[in-house]
């Protein structure tokens, strides 16, 4: 059965940081393009960031370049994205995502909330 589950959302002040995680079972993270979308109350779901399966190169939308960093650990078949210097508008469901040529896969999401 696949599964992908995120987890690490939360809480945190503008300027701060937090790492999600995103385990996957019934395939393998390496073998597929693995992306962290999100989306935020009253908006269309945007891309974040991309690591592709076959050389692991990333990719990111324009206003997370420098301050979000997507990798993956093959051995724990999960996905990371680390958050810094997180803004009021990084608020949102932040979902993972699977992708291959026969395959879509997608997670529960999980909360991240900037706030003072």
Known sequence: ??????????????????RLSCA??????SR???????QA???ERELVATITGIDGGTNYADSMKGR????RDNAKNTVYLQMNNLQ???TA?????????WYNY????????VSS
Do not use: H
């Open 106 to 113: 997608w997670g529960q999401g999980t909360q991240v909330t």
């Open 88 to 90: 009021l508008e990084d």
């Open 93 to 101: 469901v932040y979902y993972c995502n699977g992708r291959s040529s």
């Open 32 to 38: 597929y393009a693995m992306s962290w979308y999100r």
């Open 41 to 43: 109350p009253g908006k």
């Open 68 to 71: 979000f960093t997507i990798s």
């Open 1 to 18: 059965q696949v599964q992908l589950v995120e987890s690490g959302g939360g809480l945190v002040q503008p300027g701060g940081s937090l």
């Open 24 to 29: 996957a079972s019934g395939f393998t993270v």
